[in-house]
């Protein structure tokens, strides 16, 4: 995969790699706020929503909940960046409908992101990158038997 769409805003959000691809993107300074969370540690939805409470830094409101995840993930005012990247490292070993369950909040914010219409006040003032990035194969991540896509 050409990991260059990551600088970039469009409807495809959710991207798979190698470990060496990201390596090699994260060489090259970028104007990205990037997050890191290991899969190892995505066994669970409680352990999903404190990762990324902690690998995001939401504020101290956050209600570890999946209407709370999407909410700070449509308000990142506390981290303004020209752009957000998400990376699981390891994708592989987190549980499969754990990650889904992130795949579908992320799918479901990014329009937020990269389509701004203006008409919320927590609305970005112009389109801005935000992906997430599954270190993995994609079949290994999400198995057919798993809901993979």
Do not use: K
């Not at 060496?20 to 090259?28: D, P, R, S």
């Not at 066994?43 to 101290?60: T, V, W």
């Not at 303004?80 to 754990?98: H, K, N, Q, S």
């Not at 290994?140 to 896509?149: I, L, Q, W």
């Amino acid at each position: 995969m050409n990991l260059s769409a990551l600088t970039e805003t469009g409807p495809r959000c959710v991207h798979f790699a190698s470990v060496a691809q990201v390596a090699a993107f994260l060489e090259h300074p970028r104007d990205l706020a990037v997050f890191h969370l290991r899969g190892a540690e995505l066994r669970s939805e409680a352990e999903l929503l404190a990762g990324l409470a902690h690998a995001m830094a939401f504020p101290p409101w956050f209600a570890y909940s999946l209407d709370a995840l999407e909410g700070c993930l449509r308000d990142l005012a506390w981290h303004p960046a020209c752009g957000y990247l998400l990376i699981v490292w390891d994708a592989e070993t987190g549980a499969p409908g754990v990650l889904r369950r992130l795949r579908e909040a992320w799918q479901r914010c990014a329009p937020f992101w990269h389509s701004p219409d203006g008409s919320d006040v927590w609305s970005p003032p112009r389109p801005t990158p935000f992906h997430l990035v599954l270190v993995g194969q994609e079949e290994r991540v999400f198995p057919p038997s798993e809901g993979g896509t």
